[in-house]
Structures are given as structure tokens and as C-alpha cells.
């Protein structure tokens, strides 16, 4: 029988798992969450159950049913709170899938599994561009506001003002209001006259992508019912405060994002969210040896198998797309990966999802480009990275003196995306400021900052008494 | 009033009981649900920043929710770079902010 | 006089900033970007305690006099805007851990106290008042003043900044294809991935990978990769000061064996985070990650600072030290192709050894007084003989 081991229990990973199990493999399923469900199906935790908790979530159902099934069948295991931590290639092409399991970041115990396959569905997190003040208490990842909303039930603020660009900001606006928040404004970055260009020039795609419309549909109506204002052209160039958020400058932007003068104005709040779209999660697939797109997205084929033997991508990955794309690429993998083809009959459905949402994905990004210009709205003293604190007036003032191209050594004289996070926040915006492009090329030395060998920091401690190739198989449970 | 709790009473979840859990964080308790993440119970006492950053000193709290940014890390029950909001919080745990100074130079040859 | 550099890494930044400052035409060229190989993934100990006495210390002891000066001039000459090539004098300490390393590190000691090198014996409460932190059970401890650091990459970058000021070029993406040769065979430049360049001498400085470069200008180099991988920890608070070594560093640096050894160097960075290496494996040029490798470094690490348990791994990286079959750099031009220089073979001390590797050439390509013997570093020392003979058969 085949091990699958899919990595990710968000939808595209539940998807797989599931499919694959019908096709007869034996599934192991990781995720370094506590709860499955991923980013879509964010949810409370056992210990608070709730009357109608399906009111925050769409397609809740197909959530409950796809974990209820998984759950109670015997031939999947699924390990949260467990991360894969690194990925290994050996000479005989197979990997080495090391995982940590225990308290998030605390003592854990490593264990390393060998499977027969593997499916990469870590998903992407929101990119954030930088912007004066976003360092402030009381900025947020758009998600952040998402995550606190659906999964711990706290509005991350009473008066908040909503940023960036993409359909990603309709549902965080939605759920800041049914947590109590008032949203004092959301700021699409893009123009109406590119959206309507994209969103509806080919309108029978979107009665494809029919029922992802009428969430949009639905996000639309809550937004003219709550009287949210809603202004496209328009983005935050700065953010106010002290040792907290007080207030925001908004300004029109260009069609290319930069700020026009004159139109300026401060609205006073206490959260900002802010979102301009997502950055995929490819630490695992990079560490895999998996080939990246010019996008920058693992590049898959028709069966969801990436360029490694034996290892098969699905979800934001592969493609920012939606919870639906996840869907079909997490069962087309799971099914291909236990052995199946994706003509087969039993995964039709979801390759005519999978193609129909495709086609919106791509519509939907093309609507919501980031603007060439975002940076002249940062400042010298502006911090880029995060973590290093290295602000833009250095990152230009080092490339200019050293009249460097390599990105490597960019990093080691500026120290940015060498913190924390490992350039996850900062990477794509660090890199874009270096070189003026965010290709896989941008830089003389080949590299980017998508390698992370290690995928999440570990104690020493627990390195040191990781198993000395004690490899079992993904089913081995301690 | 800003970063808080959904008041249950009016949330359209319509919750159902829950239990009480208390974390300290510079010397005071702070009460959330129990379930919450570290930053969560923290969030839901609108403390917004725990930790404080090594160059220009500045606060810090949540940023992405979702363990990607570290921005979030505190020093758990003594246990460092503890990621605040993928930490659930365990009653009666001490938390406390982390301020990394950056080292000194050692210049010292010959001593 | 035209000089192409072959390698952007330390050693061809130092050797183009000596001869630009002495009035050569420089050319660097790279086929990729400026401190994008070795140079870039390894750590940046000076150092004179790892050594035994012979040629190589007393090019670790040049360059431990010259690199202050460097330090200086690079920050007088790039000011304050450039980024710091953290220069820190910081000393060395190394310890044995176990009964039987005792003796042999302070016989080794001793040897190195006979040529002149500053290598103090403490005893154990002196070592833990230099490192507070470390292991209390160790047993024997050697202080070495003259030990130093600088943070690589940045250093690479100044001096050839300094190197450019002088007039130096750089050019990057640009691969060294092979050699043009003038009516006497003599070589007379290079032919590159983007033209020809012409030069009256040419410097192979490309590291791990000067071997293949030496064969593509049309001469057999046994330059070989020796794997080494490091850890890196998040930021914590100010608890290693000085680079602290396990003894055990000494034997692992000279030997030729193919199998996974690791010796325990750790050191704090500017940033505040932690070093831990490192390994040393002869594997080619694989570059994949192999966990035992880390989990080794990690173990041993903790013999020195237990405190390190429970400390977070944030990075691991790795490089490939340049390293000659006799454990010696090569420094000096090459008799079987006339106006060809070799620096290179650096092994695992290739950042030390850099600004005093570059003078010992410029001396060479200037006829005049070398501050060191240069015959022991010459391609045709009878130690590498053997070795060429074999390469060439
Ligand atoms: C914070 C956030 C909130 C979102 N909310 C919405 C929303 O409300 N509506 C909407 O339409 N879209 C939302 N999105 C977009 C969302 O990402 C997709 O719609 C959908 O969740 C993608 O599914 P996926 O399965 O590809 O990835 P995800 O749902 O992101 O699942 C990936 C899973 O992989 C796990 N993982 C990653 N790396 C590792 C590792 N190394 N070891 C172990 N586990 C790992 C993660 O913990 C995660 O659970 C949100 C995105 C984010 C970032
Ligand atoms: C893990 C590790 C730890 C180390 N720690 C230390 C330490 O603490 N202290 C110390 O002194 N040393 C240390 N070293 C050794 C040191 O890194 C090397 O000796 C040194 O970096 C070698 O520098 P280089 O300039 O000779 O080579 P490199 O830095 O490798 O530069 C060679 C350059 O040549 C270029 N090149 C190759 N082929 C061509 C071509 N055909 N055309 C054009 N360009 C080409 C490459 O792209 C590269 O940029 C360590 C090494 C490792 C791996
Ligand atoms: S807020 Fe980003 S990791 Fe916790």
C-alpha cells in the first residue's frame, strides 16, 4: 500500500488526504496548527463550542464532512501541533521528512518519516507591503484580523481601517463586523476601471466560478448594507501613533500605486489591517527541490505532480486561487498521488473546478497587480524588514555603496530577511527594492530569499537527541 | 477600549459556556478563554505589544496571526522565542516581554 | 601592467585591492555576484590557535598584525555609511572537554608558545571568567589574544570597494571560459562568457572551484571542496563572548578524511545571534541538507555551553573549503603556464589568511621583498609534486 504523507490540513491538504484514502493509500496528515482547517476554516478550539459557529465560515459543511471523515477513519492519521521542520533529498531521490511535535516552539520531540509520497499543501500567508508607522501596535496582516476574528473570537480593534489590494479584504471586512468592530473605511489599492476590466470582462467564466461570485456577491451586499465606505484608488501612506495606532493617512494612488499629492486625508482609528495579496508558503517545496514558476509559485503539471518524483503540490502553493482551487488541487493530487489518474472518472468534478477556478484565479490576480510605484510611499526611516529593523534609506544607501547584484551578500550588509522571520514578511519587498524586479533571476548570485532550510526554528536541545536515522514509515506513531 | 474580546452576548455564534484561564505578563493577571492563544488572552485585554525590539527599542505585539512573522514572540514559563499567537495559554503560565539588547563589541586583546 | 582576477570571494577582493593600490590595471571577474561563493558561507574567524607551527601560522600570524591595519584603512577610506566589516579583536578560547584532550591541547600550546604565538594556559576559573556560561567541567583551557573576527561578506565588499576607488573594475555574470595565449604560450588573458579579456597576468582566485577554472585555462590545480555546514541561532541575550572552541578543532583541521568529523566553534555575531560549526565532510560539491550533519554540531555544542539547549536553530548553511591534498595554500605563479598566478587552497582559514595571501603575491608580481618565505605556498613545493603528477596523469 502507498504512504501519502501530505503536509497542510488546510482545505487543499484535508482535500488530498481524502482523496487519496479513496483511492486505497494509507495518509498521514501534519500540520503545525492546532486545529486542522487551515486559514479558510479558521475555528474555535473544542473546550468553546458554539451554537452557530457556521455563520463566520462558507462551506463550513463540506469542512465538518471532510474532517469527520478523515477523523474517524482508521487509515489516516492526522498529527497536529506537529511542523515539518526540514526536508532532506538523499542520493537514492527519496526524502526525508523531519518533523518536531509538541508545544509550538517549545521542547519537542523530532522524528523523521520516509514516505512513498508526498503532499506539499502549506498554503501562503498575506504580504503586507511596508508602509510609514506599519511597525505601530495595532497594525495588522489583514489575516491577522482574520485569524483573531474566526479563531479566538477578538476584534483586533474598535475603530478599524482596512488596506491593500485583492477580493481578500471583502471577508476580513465581514468578519471584523461580526466581531463587533466598526470599519471605518477598506482601501483597494487598484483602480475600478482594472477591476471591472478583469472581474467582468468574461462574465461567463464567472457564472463558472458561480458560487465564489455570490460570496463576493454577499461580501459586496454586507458591505453596502454595514455602510462600510469602500474606495478603490485609494491606499494608506502612512500610519500615525506613538506607541500605538492613532490614525492613518490615506491618499489617492496612480494607477501604478503612487500616492497623488494633494489628495491626502487622516482618519483617526485604533487597527489597521492590512493585505496586498498573498505570498506562498514554499520553504518545504524549495527544500524538496521542487521548480518554482516565474510567478514564483511551485510549478505543477496537469496531475498536481511538481518536478520531484513522487512529490505533488495543491493550493495557494501552486497558485493564489481561492478556497475552491484548493479544493480540486488538493484531490486531484491526493488521488493522483495514491496511485490514481487525474482522467480517472472519480476526480472529474473536481478537474472541471480545478480549471474553472483556475480561469478566475488568474482574473482575479490580474485585477489586483502590486503597483511598480508602492515604494514612494515609504520613507527614508521607514522600516522594510521587520525583524532586523533595516529601513529603505539603508537598504538603498548599502546597495549603492557596495554596488551590489548579489542578493546574498545584500542580505549580509544590510541584515535584511536574516531575522526571525526569515525574510517571510520582508523577502519579496526587500527584493523588489534591491533590484527592482521580484523574478526568480533578479539577482547575479541565483539566489531569493524563498530557502529556508530550516522551515521553523528548533531547540538545540532537540536537534541534539533527534533520532540518529532512525527513519520509519509516516505510520510508525510513537 | 480597542483590541477586545467579542462580548458573547452579542455574538451571532451564539457561544456556549466557557472556561476562564490566567496568564501573568509583567506582573499582572490578565483572564481570557481558556483555548485562547497567548496573544489572545493579551489581545483581549487590549495589551497590544509584549515584546520590545533590540535596535530602536520599539513595541511590538501581533502582526500576522498566523506564526509566520515572529513578531509576536515572548519568553514562556522561562522558555524563549515562544511564538504568542500559536501558543495556547495554560492557566497560571508566566509570560514575559523579550528585549534582546544587541551585544556589546569585545575588544580586549592581551587582557 | 593589465591583471585580470578570476573570483569575487575574499581572496580575489584582497589580491585586487593590493594591485590596484600599487598601480596595476585590475579586472575582477565573476561569474556570478561579489561574495557569492565560499566567502559567503562560511564564518569569519581569524585566527592563529587552530594552527601548528609551520608555513601556514606564520601566515595566520602576518595576517593577525595586518588585519587591524586593514580594518582601519578600509573604515577611514569607506566611512561611516559603508556597511561594518565588524572587525573584532575579541581573543580566542579553546578547551577540552574530556580527560584525554587535556595534554594533547596543551602540548599543542606549547609548540605553538615556542614559535611566539600568545597561547596563555588559564586554568578553569580564569576560562569561566572569560565565558561565565561554559561548561564548568572542562579540562584544560587555552586563551589566544590574537584570535580575531570579521563578518565575511562585508568584508569581501570593502576592500573591493577600496579596490574600485583605486580603480579597479568589476565585472560580474561573467564566467571564465578559458585563456588566450600569446606566440610564446605565455597566457595573455582570459576568454570569457562575454568576450575576451587581455591582461598581462592573470590571478586564479576562484576558490573551491579554481581547480576547474586552472583546467579551463589549460593547467592541472588539485584544488578540492571540503563540505562544512554551521548553525545559526535567533538572537539571545550577550552570553558568548569570545570564539570558544572544543580541542578537538585542532586534529579535525589537518586531516584529509573523507568521513563526517565535527568540532565545535562557537561565537557571537554583531546581530546578537549565535555560530555554531561547524562540520567538515568530503562530499564533492552536494549542497543538500543532511540532518545528521546539524544534529552532530548541535550535540557537541552543547558540551561547551550547555545553556545552548534551549536555544532556538533559526539557520543552517554551508560552504565548501578550497583545500590542496598537502593542506597548504597555493600562492604564486605557475611555471608550466608563464604570468599565471594561483591563490588558493585556503582550506577552512581562507577569510584570515586573505590580506596576507594578497601581499604575498603582490610581492611575487613585483619582484620585491616578501614579508614571508613564499616557497612553502609554491605550486612546485615537493609536497604537492606527487599530487600534480597524479591530476595531470
Ligand atoms: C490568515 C489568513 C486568513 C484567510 N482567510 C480567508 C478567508 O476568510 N476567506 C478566503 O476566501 N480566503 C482566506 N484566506 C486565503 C486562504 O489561504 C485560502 O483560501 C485557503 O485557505 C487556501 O488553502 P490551502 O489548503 O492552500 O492553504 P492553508 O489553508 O493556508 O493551509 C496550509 C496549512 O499548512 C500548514 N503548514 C504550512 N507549513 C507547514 C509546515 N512546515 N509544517 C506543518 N504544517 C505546515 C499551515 O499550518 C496551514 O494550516 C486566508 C489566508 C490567510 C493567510
Ligand atoms: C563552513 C565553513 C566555515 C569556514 N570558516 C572560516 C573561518 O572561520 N575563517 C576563515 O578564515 N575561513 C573560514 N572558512 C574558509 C573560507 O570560507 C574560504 O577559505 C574562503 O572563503 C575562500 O575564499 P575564496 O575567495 O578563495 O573563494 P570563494 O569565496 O569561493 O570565491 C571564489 C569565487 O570564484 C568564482 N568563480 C568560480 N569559477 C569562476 C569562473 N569560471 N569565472 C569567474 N568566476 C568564477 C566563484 O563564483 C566565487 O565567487 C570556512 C569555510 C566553510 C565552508
Ligand atoms: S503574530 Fe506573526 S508569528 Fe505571531
Not at chain 3, 195 to 218: I, K, S
Request: a negative charge; charged letters at 25%.
Amino acid at each position: 500500500m502507498t504512504d501519502v504523507l501530505v503536509v497542510g490540513a488546510g482545505p487543499a491538504g484535508l482535500a488530498a488526504a481524502a482523496a487519496a484514502r479513496r483511492r486505497g493509500a494509507m495518509v498521514r496528515v501534519i500540520d503545525s496548527a492546532e486545529r486542522t482547517g487551515g486559514q479558510y476554516w479558521r475555528h474555535l478550539p473544542e473546550s468553546r463550542p458554539s451554537g452557530r459557529e457556521s455563520v463566520l465560515h462558507h462551506q463550513w459543511g463540506a469542512y465538518q464532512s471532510l474532517r469527520q471523515a478523515l477523523e474517524s477513519d482508521s487509515g489516516c492519521t492526522i498529527d497536529t501541533e506537529t511542523q515539518v521542520w526540514a526536508i532532506e533529498r538523499r542520493a537514492d531521490g527519496s526524502l526525508r521528512v523531519n518533523l518536531a511535535y509538541g508545544d509550538v516552539d517549545g521542547t519537542r520531540v523530532t522524528e523523521t518519516v520516509v514516505p512513498d509520497r508526498l503532499v506539499l499543501a502549506t498554503g501562503a500567508h498575506d504580504r503586507a507591503l511596508p508602509v510609514p508607522g506599519w511597525t505601530l501596535p495595532g497594525v495588522f496582516t489583514a489575516g491577522a484580523a482574520q485569524a483573531m476574528a474566526k479563531g479566538e473570537r477578538i476584534a483586533v480593534g474598535d475603530r478599524v481601517v482596512v488596506a491593500g489590494s485583492g477580493p481578500f479584504l471583502f471577508p476580513v471586512t465581514a468578519s471584523l463586523g461580526q466581531a463587533g468592530a466598526r470599519v471605518v473605511g477598506v482601501f483597494e489599492a487598484s483602480r475600478p476601471s482594472r477591476m471591472a476590466r478583469h472581474w467582468l470582462a468574461r462574465p461567463w467564466e464567472l457564472m463558472g466560478a458561480s458560487h465564489k461570485v455570490s460570496e463576493l456577491a454577499g461580501y459586496v451586499a454586507h458591505h453596502l448594507r454595514g455602510r462600510v465606505p469602500y474606495r478603490t484608488g485609494f491606499g494608506v501612506v502612512e500610519i500615525h501613533g506613538t506607541d500605538r495606532v492613532e490614525a492613518v493617512t490615506v491618499a489617492r494612488l496612480d494607477a501604478d500605486w503612487a500616492p497623488v499629492p494633494g489628495t491626502e486625508r487622516r482618519i483617526a482609528c485604533d487597527a489597521v489591517c492590512l493585505g496586498h495579496g498573498f505570498t506562498p508558503r514554499l520553504e518545504l517545496a524549495v527544500a524538496a527541490g521542487c521548480e518554482l514558476t516565474d510567478e514564483r509559485f511551485v510549478r505543477v503539471d496537469g496531475e498536481q505532480r511538481t518536478s520531484v518524483d513522487g512529490v505533488f503540490a495543491a493550493g495557494e502553493i501552486t497558485a493564489i486561487g481561492g478556497v475552491d482551487l484548493a479544493l480540486a488541487e488538493g484531490e486531484i493530487a491526493g488521488w493522483v498521488a495514491a496511485g490514481g489518474r487525474s482522467a480517472d472518472a472519480s476526480v472529474r468534478a473536481a478537474r472541471r473546478a480545478r480549471d474553472r477556478f483556475a480561469r478566475f484565479a488568474e482574473r482575479i490576480a490580474t485585477a489586483h497587480p502590486i503597483g511598480a510605484s508602492w515604494s514612494t510611499w515609504l520613507q527614508d526611516d521607514t522600516i522594510v524588514c521587520r525583524c532586523e529593523e533595516v529601513d529603505a534609506g539603508t537598504l538603498a544607501r548599502v546597495a549603492e555603496s557596495t554596488a551590489s547584484v548579489g542578493l546574498r551578500s545584500l542580505k549580509l550588509t544590510t541584515r535584511a530577511g536574516l531575522g526571525l522571520c526569515q525574510g517571510r514578511i520582508c523577502g519579496r519587498s526587500v527584493e523588489q527594492l534591491l533590484s527592482g524586479s521580484s523574478g526568480c533571476a533578479a539577482f547575479a548570485d541565483g539566489a531569493t530569499t524563498d530557502r529556508r532550510p530550516i522551515a521553523a526554528p528548533l531547540r538545540i536541545g532537540d536537534l541534539a537527541r533527534a533520532p540518529q536515522s532512525t527513519e520509519t514509515s509516516p505510520h510508525h506513531i510513537p | 477600549m480597542s483590541a477586545r474580546a467579542v462580548d458573547p452576548r452579542r455574538d451571532p455564534i451564539q457561544p456556549g459556556p466557557t472556561d476562564p484561564v490566567t496568564i501573568t505578563f509583567e506582573g499582572r493577571e490578565y483572564v481570557g478563554v481558556r483555548g485562547q492563544s497567548v496573544a489572545g488572552v493579551l489581545l483581549a485585554n487590549n495589551v497590544l505589544d509584549w515584546r520590545t525590539t533590540s535596535t530602536r527599542h520599539e513595541p511590538r505585539g501581533l502582526f500576522c496571526g498566523i506564526g509566520v512573522c515572529f513578531d509576536c514572540v515572548v519568553t514562556v514559563d522561562g522558555q524563549r522565542d515562544v511564538r504568542a499567537c500559536q501558543r495556547t495559554a495554560r492557566d497560571g503560565a508566566q509570560v514575559e516581554r523579550q528585549h534582546d539588547e544587541l551585544p556589546r563589541r569585545v575588544e580586549e586583546a592581551g587582557s | 601592467m593589465r591583471v585580470v582576477v578570476i573570483g569575487a570571494g575574499i581572496t580575489g577582493a584582497a589580491c585586487a585591492r593590493v594591485l590596484a593600490r600599487a598601480g596595476y590595471d585590475v579586472t575582477v571577474v565573476e561569474r556570478g555576484a561579489v561574495a557569492g561563493g565560499t566567502s559567503a558561507m562560511c564564518e569569519g574567524n581569524l585566527l592563529v590557535s587552530d594552527k601548528t607551527p609551520g608555513p601556514e601560522l606564520d601566515l595566520a600570524v602576518d595576517a593577525a598584525v595586518r588585519w587591524p591595519l586593514v580594518a582601519r584603512e578600509l573604515q577611514d577610506e569607506l566611512g561611516p555609511g559603508f556597511p561594518s566589516i565588524e572587525f573584532e579583536p575579541k581573543g580566542g578560547l579553546v578547551v577540552s572537554t574530556t580527560a584525554e584532550g587535556a595534554d594533547p591541547l596543551r602540548g599543542f600550546a606549547a609548540s605553538q608558545r615556542d614559535v611566539g604565538i600568545d597561547a596563555r594556559e588559564i586554568g578553569a576559573d580564569d576560562a569561566l571568567e572569560l565565558e561565565p556560561h561554559l561548561n564548568p567541567e572542562i579540562t584544560a583551557a587555552v586563551y589566544y589574544p590574537q584570535d580575531a573576527q570579521v563578518q565575511p561578506v562585508a568584508a569581501v565588499e570593502a576592500l573591493l570597494a577600496s579596490a574600485r576607488r583605486a580603480g579597479a573594475r568589476v565585472m560580474t555574470s561573467t564566467e571564465v571560459v578559458g585563456a588566450l595565449r600569446d606566440a610564446t604560450g605565455r597566457i595573455a588573458g582570459v576568454r570569457t562568457s562575454r568576450g575576451d579579456l587581455h591582461a598581462d597576468l592573470v590571478v586564479n582566485a576562484a576558490g573551491p572551484w579554481a581547480g576547474a577554472v586552472a583546467g579551463t585555462l589549460g593547467v592541472e590545480l588539485p584544488v578540492l571542496p571540503r563540505r562544512g555546514m554551521v548553525l545559526v541561532t535567533t538572537r539571545m541575550p550577550h552570553r558568548v563572548f569570545r570564539k570558544v572552541y572544543d580541542a578537538d578543532y585542532v586534529g579535525a583541521t589537518q586531516s584529509g578524511d573523507a568521513d563526517l568529523q565535527t568540532s565545535t566553534v562557537v561565537e557571537s555575531t554583531a546581530a546578537g545571534t549565535v555560530l555554531i560549526g561547524s562540520s567538515r565532510q568530503r562530499v564533492g560539491f552536494d549542497d543538500r541538507l543532511d540532518v545528521e550533519v546539524i544534529r552532530e554540531i548541535a550535540m557537541k555544542s552543547l558540551r561547551l555551553f550547555p545553556f545552548l539547549e534551549d536555544m532556538q536553530v533559526l539557520r543552517t548553511y554551508g560552504g565548501f573549503r578550497p583545500y590542496m591534498p598537502d593542506h597548504l595554500p597555493v600562492i604564486g605563479e605557475d611555471p608550466r603556464l608563464p604570468n599565471l598566478y594561483h591563490v588558493t587552497g585556503h582550506e577552512g582559514a581562507g577569510i584570515g589568511l586573505s590580506v596576507s595571501s594578497a601581499e604575498l603575491l603582490l610581492a611575487q608580481v613585483m619582484d620585491t621583498e616578501s614579508p614571508l618565505d613564499p616557497a612553502p605556498f609554491a605550486i612546485d613545493r615537493p609536497t604537492l609534486a606527487p599530487h600534480l603528477q597524479e591530476v595531470a596523469s
